[in-house]
């Protein structure tokens, strides 16, 4: 355990940011393995505002977003 408090404080806010990180990342794949499961333009549009919105919590890369949408959008062809 931490003794400091900024050390105390940083591993209130890891803890926080862990659940949170989680949520966003099960929301992620669900969007993605339902689009795969049955390639439709609404379930790709919501796959792409999952990632777009997980890019933005730096969950995920730049790069890798756009390997994920492409592949994607090549299942809705």
């Known amino acids: 355990m931490p003794i400091l408090k900024n050390a105390i404080k940083a591993l209130k806010v890891s803890k926080k940011k862990t659940i ?3 949520q966003i990342k099960a929301k992620l794949k ?3 393995d339902e689009m795969k499961k ?3 333009a609404k379930k790709l549009s919501a796959a792409f505002s999952a990632i777009d919105r ?3 919590k730096h969950i995920l890369q730049k ?3 756009a390997r994920i ?3 994607l959008s090549k299942l809705l062809k």
Do not use: D, Q
């Open 20 to 22: 949170i990180n989680g």
């Open 38 to 40: 049955g390639p439709e």
């Open 54 to 56: 997980s890019v933005k």
């Open 30 to 32: 669900t969007a993605i």
């Open 69 to 71: 949408k492409a592949s």
């Open 63 to 65: 790069n890798k977003a």
